[in-house]
Each structure stands twice: as structure tokens, then as C-alpha cells.
């Protein structure tokens, strides 16, 4: 599923460097893009704005529940000349 920022979020940038399908914005605070959010499947085995936010204020969208398939079939949809593996590499989260 895709991830979202939570009110705690102080606009600190650390995210938005990190994403790799620039689903990350500056609104009021950061937002993500539920649309581009991958949980960074095809890429990384965690969710770099996870890893890389001080305040833990990106937590799971469960109003945008995907599979691991479906996250990289997304993946590949953005990046349509990246070449994904299939399965996709295995994830250490729930
Ligand atoms: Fe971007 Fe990955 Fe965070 Fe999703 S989980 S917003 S793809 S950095």
C-alpha cells in the first residue's frame, strides 16, 4: 500500500530526496502521492522515507491497500525502461 505523512511531519526535506518515483511534495507539509508510492518496491528492500524520517510521521495509507505485484507493477509503469525482477526481491516488513 501506499504510505502517507502524518501531521507530525516538520517539513525537515529528508523524504523528498530519498523517493525514488518523486511521489513526495511540499504542501503545508509533505505529502505523498498515493498515485507514485511504491513502498519503494523495485528499488529498495525498505521505504527510504521511512528509514530517513526523525519524527516516524510516514506510516502506512490503508485507504490504499496493493499488493507487493501490484506495487511493482506500478513500479514499472512509472519507469517504463527500468527493468524490475520478477518476483520482485523479497520485503522485510509485515
Ligand atoms: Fe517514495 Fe518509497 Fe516513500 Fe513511497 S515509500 S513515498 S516510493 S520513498
Redesign the pocket.
Known amino acids: 500500500m ?2 502517507k505523512i502524518t501531521a507530525d511531519c516538520t517539513n525537515c526535506f529528508a ?1 523528498e530526496t ?4 518523486d ?2 511534495s511540499q504542501a503545508d507539509i509533505f505529502t ?1 502521492d498515493p498515485s ?5 518496491v523495485g528499488f529498495f528492500n525498505t ?4 528509514d530517513v524520517c526523525n519524527v516516524a510521521c ?1 506510516i502506512d495509507d490503508a485507504s490504499h491497500v496493493e499488493s507487493e505485484s501490484e506495487l511493482l507493477a506500478k513500479a514499472q509503469k512509472l519507469h517504463p525502461k527500468e527493468k524490475f525482477p520478477t518476483p520482485p526481491p523479497s520485503r522485510f516488513r509485515k
Open positions: 501506499a504510505l523524504c530519498v523517493c525514488p518515483n511521489a513526495i505523498i507514485k508510492c511504491t513502498e519503494c521505504p527510504q522515507c521511512v510516514i
